[in-house]
């Protein structure tokens, strides 16, 4: 059965390689949600609107969307609202990491 700790399980890898930590743990994964048992969204946003490595981050989070079992369709949406904002949606380890209280 899909739930969405096991998606979000598979997508705590993807980092960014640009600050080398996990988008879960920068706050970048908005929301995720199963349709049907079987199809999943996921919205997401980047640091910045102008991060080079956008279209790599988000295909690599639909890849890792598609190799949980029982998946058959997986949508990544870009979204800017709201912003992201590390003091408040980073984790506590993405924040020490930072440097940010």
């Known amino acids: 059965m899909l739930t969405r700790e096991l998606i979000m399980e598979k997508i705590a890898p993807v980092q960014d390689p640009e600050i080398g930590l996990g988008v879960i743990d920068l706050g970048l994964i908005y929301d995720v ?31 890792a969307v598609e190799e949980v079992e029982g998946v058959t369709k997986a949508e990544v949406e870009l979204v800017w609202d709201p ?3 590390p003091s408040e949606m980073a984790s506590d380890y993405a924040k020490d990491v930072l440097g940010i209280w």
Not at 35 to 59: R, W
């Open 33 to 63: 949600g199963i349709v049907d048992e079987s199809a999943v969204f996921v919205k997401m946003t980047l640091t910045t609107p102008y991060c080079p490595y956008g279209p790599t981050l988000l295909a690599q989070v639909k890849e």
């Open 83 to 85: 912003p992201w904002n």
